[in-house]
């Protein structure tokens, strides 16, 4: 197994944006050092109007031989979601559709999807991802290049809370098992059931009580804005989310998206219902997680006009 961890592609820009900044700085200047502008604006987060990057996340050779390419997503919005319908504006270089998500909810998402590839795929040939969206087409590029070989520890260390993962015994993904309605009307609640089966491991954390300083000063809270993501959960449990909406528009509303997370428990049940705002196909995803590794499962739903 290959422990290191993966560096991520966007990290080669580094040395270009680095190289802009020091061009552009002398024109911020005045001639006190009091800037003349401002920065530009696409610096600045935005909760709305911003586009999707794609990611390519490495290759991972699979036991049988065969190889898969791992994507996922930035949505540059802090609070915008995304619907792309698989086309024009959503496709693949290969083939338009090869399992992409349709709905893109904000921020950094890592290994969404993987694409089968068989095991004599040239190693320079490439599979582009591209999406466009507020009229800015952004694009991944995936190829078999040496260093971006991922395997599960990789992808635990990038999944999860940080630290190398467990040797012996090694983490194995949970199992789900999902059944539910396939057909329902629009307002009216489908009915859904996820159950996971997990090897117990993480296993949860002994914390050494000896080293609490009870006296220690407590820390400044911070400010909302500046408040970090939260790390990972780690425990098994079930969480639900839209993975494609029809190509017309629809919404969806879960009753309870996700069951609590249990710290080396080897089952977990989700029992919850969705409620559809329109007519149309729609993709749900659950997805059993222990924290570190993932296990989705897609159900397609069709959604009818109400019947009078």
Known sequence: MNWRIKRAPALRLAPVAAFAACWAFP??????????ALPDEVEFNRVAGQNIQPFYEGWQKMPDGHIVMWFGYLNRNYKEIAD????????????????????????????????DVPKDWPADKRLVWTVNYHGK?????GWLQPEWEVDDGVIQMNIGPGGAPPENPRNQPPVITVRGDTTVAVGRALKLSASA????????????????NPTAAQKMPLP????????????????WILYRAPDTGGEVVFDQDSNAP????????????ATF???????LRAIATDGTLETPYDLKVTVIGNQR
């Open 27 to 36: 024109f911020l200047l005045g001639a006190q050092g009091i800037p003349d």
């Open 262 to 273: 249990v710290v080396g428990g080897t089952t977990t049940e989700l029992t919850n219902t």
């Open 137 to 141: 087409s952004s694009a991944a590029s």
């Open 197 to 212: 089966t997990d090897d117990g491991i993480p296993k949860p954390r002994v914390r050494n009580q000896s080293a609490v």
């Open 277 to 283: 705002s329109a007519p149309g196909n729609y993709w």
């Open 224 to 239: 909302a804005a500046a408040t970090p993501p939260p790390r990972a959960q780690l425990g098994l449990r079930i969480r």
């Open 84 to 115: 792309v319908p698989i086309g024009d504006n959503n496709h693949f270089d290969l083939q338009a559709d090869l399992g992409q998500p349709a709905h893109f909810y904000p921020r950094r998402r890592l290994f969404v999807f993987k694409v």
